[in-house]
């Protein structure tokens, strides 16, 4: 079992070779950086006729045309695309039925299926955690079948597959493709949030979604969607990311770019006002300091994280100094009886989920939930949303898929990739514990960024760490029996 690992150490063959053949169509440079040049040239007549031309429909098709046809030829663009317009959540409609980020998740999946038929890519799933959520899955759909809207019932479990396929065309991505993928999509989704938070001011939606809400905080980017919690679980991630990359990336312009984001970023969520994404983060923030004997190996990293903890954290005193917060934001951030009402208010759908378990181990659907447990609310928790709504399997399925993402964590050389993998999946499992996040894109693209950055890293592993890389490896992994 352990053969391979230590090949991979010993020098017999590269460390985390690349195997994968790529879904990229291979082109000359020259090609590609022609067909990048018309397809922005496109995409700006597009942009053109939306807004001096004010034909909306026909820009976005100008513009959506060439970008189909680039995703097709090389996913590793269609990814960037996607990283890009994920950040507008459920925002940017059409008649409150279509939004950009659905649509560019539908082009991906069929633009990547079309490519699959050409480079038929060969990948392994190495990471059994994808094999534990076919599983998870796979009940979900059988649930829905007992459940007593059939029709209804199965638009939830589709929603559950789409997902699914979002998470395995993500990963085999980036798992067939360079750690310049990997970069490019972090920076693109970068670009996409706080291009995505400016647009929002300048047309005023960011104003409208104060007025929708009774605490007169930000909720949402465009459109009719409102969603604090998903608004701020956007903007943390991109914080995050932006810390990663502006470690990484030595271009002074991206630099620039990421450092307006770990100063900006954190005043939008102070604007956003949710509780629990601040808690999320500022736990996040400073749980690299737990591992102690990491931080005595990179002591570097860690007082960069402490310079942007503090830089950070001066934007945000300036903002609260200068212009203070409304109103009802302030008394949210700074209420503990209102805190103590909501913690109360999200322990009644925790209370019914044990309970409605203990009746139907098996689940009662999604629509079910509501007429078993009397409720009009979702369990505000991951681990009770798949307990409550898909039974005692569901959960037990969910439990071991995020212990199996914790030991791919756990496994990763340590690097700037592991601190990031880290950060992303403390994040997303202590906002797990405020909020239910298994309906929503970005809680399961990034759990495939958390799987694919253990072979990032495996890209700025310099051969003289191989001795470390093998000292923790047998220490994590092998008996200890092994070394006496």
Same mark, same amino acid.
């Given at each position: 079992?352990?053969?391979?690992?230590?090949n991979?150490?010993?020098?017999?063959?590269?460390?985390?070779?690349?195997?994968?053949r790529?879904?990229?169509?291979?082109?000359?440079?020259? @090609?590609?950086?022609? $067909?990048? /040049?018309?397809?922005?040239?496109?995409? +700006? &007549?597009?942009?053109?006729?939306?807004? #001096? !031309?004010?034909?909306?429909?026909?820009?976005?098709?100008?513009?959506?045309?060439?970008?189909?046809?680039?995703?097709?030829?090389?996913?590793?663009?269609?990814?960037?695309?996607?990283?890009?317009?994920?950040?507008?959540?459920?925002?940017?409609?059409?008649r409150?039925?279509?939004?950009?980020?659905?649509? @560019?998740?539908?082009? $991906?999946? /069929?633009?990547?299926?079309?490519?699959? +038929? &050409?480079?038929?890519?060969?990948?392994? #799933? !190495?990471?059994?955690?994808?094999?534990v959520?076919?599983?998870?899955?796979?009940?979900?759909?059988?649930?829905?079948?007992?459940?007593?809207?059939?029709?209804?019932?199965?638009?939830?479990?589709?929603?559950?597959v789409?997902?699914?396929?979002?998470?395995?065309?993500?990963?085999?991505?980036?798992?067939?493709?360079?750690?310049?993928?990997?970069?490019?999509?972090?920076?693109a989704?970068?670009?996409?949030?706080?291009?995505?938070?400016?647009?929002?001011?300048?047309?005023?939606?960011?104003?409208r979604?104060?007025?929708?809400?009774?605490?007169?905080?930000?909720?949402?980017?465009?459109?009719?969607?409102?969603?604090?919690?998903?608004?701020?679980?956007?903007?943390?991630?991109?914080?995050?990311?932006?810390?990663?990359?502006?470690?990484?990336?030595?271009?002074?312009?991206?630099?620039?770019?990421?450092?307006?984001?770990?100063?900006?970023?954190?005043?939008?969520?102070?604007?956003?006002?949710?509780?629990?994404?601040?808690?999320?983060?500022?736990?996040?923030?400073?749980?690299?300091?737990?591992?102690?004997?990491?931080?005595?190996?990179?002591?570097?990293?860690?007082?960069?994280?402490?310079?942007?903890?503090?830089?950070?954290?001066?934007?945000?005193?300036?903002?609260?100094?200068?212009?203070?917060?409304?109103?009802?934001?302030e008394?949210?951030?700074?209420?503990?009886?209102?805190?103590?009402?909501?913690?109360?208010?999200?322990?009644?759908?925790?209370?019914?989920?044990?309970?409605?378990?203990?009746?139907?181990?098996?689940?009662t659907?999604?629509?079910?939930?509501?007429?078993?447990?009397?409720?009009?609310?979702?369990?505000?928790?991951?681990?009770?949303?798949?307990?409550?709504?898909?039974?005692i399997?569901?959960?037990?399925?969910?439990?071991?898929?995020?212990?199996?993402?914790?030991?791919?964590?756990?496994?990763?050389?340590?690097?700037?990739?592991?601190?990031?993998?880290?950060?992303?999946?403390?994040?997303?499992?202590?906002?797990?514990?405020?909020?239910?996040?298994?309906?929503?894109?970005?809680?399961?693209?990034?759990?495939?960024?958390?799987?694919?950055?253990?072979?990032?890293?495996?890209?700025?592993?310099?051969?003289?760490?191989?001795?470390?890389?093998?000292?923790?490896?047998?220490?994590?992994?092998?008996?200890?029996?092994?070394?006496?």
């Open positions: 079992m352990y053969a391979e690992y230590e991979e150490i010993n020098g017999e063959e590269p460390f985390y070779e690349q195997s994968e790529t879904c990229d169509i291979q082109l000359p440079p020259v @090609v590609n950086f022609l $067909l990048l /040049v018309i397809w922005m040239a496109i995409s +700006l &007549i597009g942009f053109a006729v939306i807004f #001096l !031309g004010k034909n909306p429909v026909a820009g976005a098709i100008i513009i959506a045309v060439p970008t189909f046809i680039g995703m097709v030829l090389k996913p590793t663009f269609g990814l960037c695309i996607l990283m890009l317009v994920l950040p507008t959540g459920a925002g940017i409609g059409f409150q039925a279509f939004s950009l980020d659905r649509g @560019v998740g539908i082009a $991906l999946a /069929v633009s990547f299926a079309l490519n699959v +038929l &050409i480079t038929r890519p060969g990948l392994r #799933l !190495g990471h059994k955690a994808l094999w959520m076919v599983i998870y899955t796979l009940w979900v759909c059988l649930v829905s079948l007992a459940g007593p809207y059939l029709g209804y019932e199965l638009v939830r479990a589709f929603t559950q789409q997902l699914l396929a979002l998470i395995f065309i993500v990963y085999w991505i980036l798992q067939t493709n360079g750690e310049k993928t990997f970069r490019w999509a972090s920076r989704y970068i670009v996409g949030t706080l291009g995505t938070i400016a647009l929002a001011f300048i047309t005023g939606s960011a104003v979604a104060m007025e929708d809400t009774p605490e007169q905080r930000y909720s949402a980017t465009l459109g009719q969607a409102t969603d604090a919690n998903m608004l701020a679980s956007l903007t943390a991630i991109a914080f995050l990311a932006a810390i990663y990359l502006f470690a990484r990336d030595r271009k002074i312009i991206w630099r620039a770019l990421y450092l307006a984001a770990i100063l900006f970023l954190p005043i939008m969520l102070l604007k956003i006002g949710s509780r629990g994404a601040l808690i999320a983060l500022a736990f996040t923030l400073f749980s690299p300091l737990l591992f102690v004997r990491q931080v005595a190996r990179r002591p570097g990293l860690v007082a960069l994280l402490l310079v942007v903890v503090l830089l950070a954290s001066i934007s945000a005193g300036l903002l609260v100094r200068s212009q203070g917060l409304a109103a009802g934001v008394t949210r951030l700074t209420d503990f009886q209102q805190a103590r009402e909501a913690v109360s208010y999200r322990m009644m759908p925790v209370k019914q989920a044990v309970l409605c378990a203990v009746r139907k181990p098996l689940g659907s999604y629509y079910g939930w509501f007429e078993e447990s009397g409720l009009r609310i979702l369990p505000h928790s991951d681990f009770f949303l798949a307990l409550g709504v898909y039974g399997p569901a959960a037990a399925l969910f439990a071991l898929f995020v212990i199996l993402i914790m030991l791919t964590v756990k496994r990763t050389p340590l690097g700037l990739e592991k601190l990031y993998a880290r950060a992303i999946l403390t994040y997303l499992l202590i906002m797990g514990l405020n909020v239910g996040q298994l309906y929503q894109k970005h809680f399961w693209v990034f759990l495939a960024f958390i799987l694919a950055a253990e072979r990032m890293a495996g890209f700025f592993t310099a051969p003289a760490d191989n001795e470390l890389i093998q000292a923790e490896y047998e220490e994590e992994f092998l008996p200890q029996e092994q070394f006496v």
